[in-house]
């Protein structure tokens, strides 16, 4: 099994930066992909961005040109750097785990953007 521990949500001002972070640990294979959803208030979980274990990151729409995924391999750690804050990206952000076979969600950790 995969357990995945989410960080760093918290209200922060319209223009503002947060960073969360996603640890995850148990039977990680080396080959997987990490990322993160959303759900904001009366919405589903959207996409928002994933980055592989080697390779290119993809982004939704919204989140292209202000949030920035990275991830350290060394300790199994995705982030998501978040510039630019708006009221809409108010929302439960969710770290998520995939590899062959599995999928794996985190707890969720709210970021609320407002003044």
């Known amino acids: 099994q995969v357990q995945l521990v989410e960080s760093g949500g918290g209200l922060v001002q319209p223009g503002g930066s947060l960073r969360l972070s996603c640890a995850a640990s148990?039977?990680?294979?080396?080959?997987?992909?990490m990322g993160w959803y959303r759900q904001g208030p009366g919405t589903g979980r959207d996409f928002v961005a994933d980055?592989?274990?080697?390779?290119?990151?993809s982004y939704a729409v919204a989140a292209q040109g202000r949030f920035t995924i990275s991830r350290d391999n060394a300790k199994n750690t995705v982030y998501l750097q978040m510039n630019s804050l708006k009221p809409e990206d108010t929302a439960v952000y969710y770290c998520?785990?995939?590899?062959?076979?599995?999928?794996?969600w985190g707890q969720g950790t709210l970021v609320t953007v407002s003044s």
């Open positions: 148990g039977s990680i294979l080396s080959a997987n992909f």
């Open positions: 998520n785990y995939r590899q062959i076979g599995l999928e794996v």
């Open positions: 980055i592989p274990t080697y390779g290119s990151a």
